[in-house]
């Protein structure tokens, strides 16, 4: 028994030494360069969490080096002599600076309603300044308001959302071309289509949010002062004027309701002088017999 005992020391103090180097070289393999693995940046890049935030992503708002977007709206409302010639040169002024219009409308003037124009510009960010600058000077400026949103941390994930995706699907077609299997085939191109979709649908929001960061968007409204109200009369002349103008425009006013009225009123006294003559032979017929 004693031999048999010291015989198994030994082995069990070499399974010991050597355990203790297993995790020693296991320590050494996670931590001993200091430094995480390359992670490759491209199309094929995997996710960098479950956010759908790529890892360069990642590292850039770190450092804060990522550029800010920002998406601009405005209305402005100008007093003009002519809203549709302002219109007209509200237009001119956009495109030159390398802008478009989204909406226009226009109504003239008439004798009850003031002339108003209505445009929704789509002007340069980078030229936003100077465009609104010979905007106002079409007219007096009655109202403008400018808001600005900060559209940066939108974008960001966008970006890395769609370069993941951009990566999956194209490991998903690698997977594709080496399918074995009808079932494989099949499972892959399912799943592809699924992603080709989701890749698809983010770069078209990307698209649009990039529009609305590059262009700003300036809602314009061109009025005039209104049609003013006529003056009272001020003497006795022209209070007589006044008083014979609204005389004659009420007799006027009531020839013209007796001559739509008129036809109802002849058919209506023909159908009453139907009714009383009706009564009246009844009548008589009743007191005939009774005699």
């Known amino acids: 028994m004693t031999t048999t005992t010291r015989s198994r020391r030994p082995l069990a103090a070499l399974a010991a030494a050597a355990f203790a180097a297993l995790l020693l070289a296991g320590c050494t393999a996670q931590g001993g360069g200091g430094s995480a693995p390359a992670v490759p940046v491209g199309p094929g890049a995997p996710l960098a969490d479950e956010s759908g935030a790529a890892a360069g992503d990642v590292d850039a708002a770190a450092d804060g080096t990522s550029e800010r977007s920002v998406v601009t709206t405005g209305w402005l409302?100008?007093?003009?002599?002519?809203?549709?010639r302002a219109a007209a040169d509200a237009a001119a002024i956009v495109d030159g600076a390398g802008g478009h219009l989204d909406h226009r409308s226009e109504t003239p003037g008439t004798d009850t309603q003031a002339a108003r124009a209505s445009l929704v510009l789509r002007i340069p960010a980078d030229a936003l300044d100077e465009t609104m600058t010979e905007l106002r000077k079409l007219g007096r400026v009655d109202q403008l308001s400018m808001d600005a949103s900060d559209v940066t941390l939108q974008r960001e994930d966008l970006e890395g959302r769609v370069e993941a995706l951009t990566g999956s699907v194209a490991?998903?077609?690698q997977l594709l071309a080496g399918a074995a299997t009808t079932a494989e085939l099949i499972e892959i191109e399912s799943e592809l289509t699924t992603r080709q979709a989701e890749l698809d649908s983010l770069v078209q929001q990307r698209a649009a949010l990039v529009e609305q960061i590059e262009y700003?968007?300036?809602?314009?409204?061109?009025?005039?002062e209104g049609v003013a109200p006529s003056a009272g009369p001020d003497d006795f002349w022209s209070g007589l004027a006044t008083g014979w103008e609204a005389l004659a425009a009420f007799t006027a006013a009531a020839l013209v309701a007796l001559g739509v009225a008129l036809p109802w009123l002849g058919a209506l006294a023909v159908l009453g002088a139907l009714v009383v003559g009706i009564v009246l032979l009844?009548?008589?017929?009743?007191?005939?017999?009774?005699a």
């Not at 409302?77 to 549709?84: F, K, N, R, S």
């Not at 700003?216 to 009025?223: D, G, K, M, Y």
């Open 282 to 290: 009844a009548t008589r017929r009743r007191g005939g017999r009774q």
């Open 216 to 224: 700003a968007t300036v809602s314009l409204e061109l009025v005039t």
């Open 77 to 84: 409302q100008l007093t003009v002599d002519d809203p549709l």
């Open 171 to 173: 490991r998903l077609q």
